[in-house]
């Protein structure tokens, strides 16, 4: 299993991780923190996805940042992924190309369970 994290480089991501959680369910975690940021903010987005049909992925992506003292805020989605088109698909890579940095690559041998 291997993919790569795009985003802001003021965001650099500090740890990652990837588990297969059974043989059609996996989950990401990622922890960044941004140090220059006023307060400085840590953040961690735990990302599950789950085989439910021939071409259908379960979503489930919780966010957590804490900012340094001053609060945090939390953000969870749930949602069904399709294949995208072909269009779709080169639409997406153009933006994640233009409007982000590579910020690390996962790359898991674990086996599935």
């Known amino acids: 299993m291997k993919t790569s994290v795009y985003g802001d480089p003021k965001w650099p ?3 990652s991780a990837v588990k297969v959680l059974t043989p059609t369910s996996i989950e990401f975690k ?6 220059s940021c006023t307060p400085p903010v840590k953040q961690q987005e735990v990302t599950r996805l789950t ?3 021939n071409k259908q992925l379960e979503a489930t992506s919780d ?3 804490d900012f340094a003292g001053a ?3 939390q953000l969870s989605y749930k949602g069904t992924l399709r294949p ?3 269009d779709e698909l080169s639409s997406i890579d ?3 190309e233009h409007g982000g940095k590579l910020l690390t690559t ?3 041998k674990q086996p599935v369970p």
Request: proline share 4%; charged share 10%.
């Open 84 to 86: 995208m088109t072909p």
């Open 30 to 35: 990622l922890d960044s923190e941004c140090a």
């Open 13 to 15: 991501v500090v740890k």
């Open 71 to 73: 609060g945090h805020t």
């Open 94 to 96: 153009h933006a994640v």
């Open 106 to 108: 996962i790359n898991s």
């Open 63 to 65: 966010s957590y940042a």
């Open 51 to 53: 085989l439910i049909g």
